[in-house]
């Protein structure tokens, strides 16, 4: 009689249990300590009590997916940087032994060879006039602006070096932001390398030679003029759409973006070096370019940089 009593006594205590952990979530060993008593079936509940070692199982910490993903991330990012740099080499490499056969250009060549420099040219945003197979002004002003961009030397020759930086595609860098010319285009000046390019979307679309101030004095009507070309964010507010004859010289088709006589106008002489009384020269069939599809125009932003 004692014995059936004690196995009914130990279902009630298990059926109690399996209610606590089911319901409430309640650690096995405390629902049992609330119904212990002294006669010991308590301990052999426990002991059946599935899945309880005395203490409840380590929970994943809450971060731990997120540590996970950042690190997924990081190493996709690593994977891609390593990719691109191999495509690089190899874009390198590709580019030189295609530039070792290309033929040394300069002013007054023709043919074929000029036609895909020119192409060329084109293709990677360096703005000429037209692929004519003739190495005219317009040839050698953009082949100056691929040199200036790259840091090479200011010969206006289409070398084996311009050749290999047309094949890579290298462009020059760009200072303004996506944001900044999402909505209209931005003509950026780089005074160092004696560059404009006008940006779209962070992006540099068109390049141009050029020749700011000379960063030297000059003499007008008595007085001594530092000749430089200022620095900051500029917008056009006024042209005029003829040749200009100014004080200090002709101005093709001026835009002024500062008050003084500070413009950016056509000129048949822009050489490789600042040479100008503060303005910037452009050539006259790029200036042409410029009031037409090139979009400059009143209240476009002018950039410039040293």
Known sequence: MKRQCQRIFAGLVATVVAIAVGVTGVNP????????????VNSAVVAN???????????????????????QKKAAKKKKAAK?????????????????????????????????LQKLLRKNGYWISSADGKYGHSTQQAVMAVQKSTGRARTGRATQGVWYELFLGTKPPTSITKAQSKKRAVFEIDLSRQIM????????????????????????????IYAHTPTGSFKVYMKRDYLHKAELGPMYRPQYYLSGGWAIHGSPNIPNYPA??????????????L????GMGIGSEIVIRK
């Open 29 to 40: 060993a405390v629902a049992v300590a609330a119904t212990s008593s002294t006669d010991g």
């Open 197 to 224: 390019s006008i940006v779209r979307n962070g992006k540099v679309r068109t390049t141009f030679n050029i020749s700011s101030g000379s960063n030297s004095y000059y003499t007008h009507k008595g007085r001594r």
């Open 49 to 71: 009590s599935p899945g309880d070692s005395g203490a409840e199982a380590k929970k994943p910490g809450k971060n731990s997916s997120k540590k996970k993903t950042a690190k």
């Open 276 to 289: 100008s009384h503060g303005c910037i020269r452009i050539a006259n069939p790029a200036m042409d370019y």
């Open 291 to 294: 009031w037409g599809k090139g």
């Open 84 to 116: 691109a740099k191999k495509a690089l080499r190899a874009a390198k490499k590709k580019a030189r032994a295609k530039s070792r056969k290309a033929p040394v250009l300069s002013s007054g060549s023709r043919g074929e060879q000029v036609t895909r």
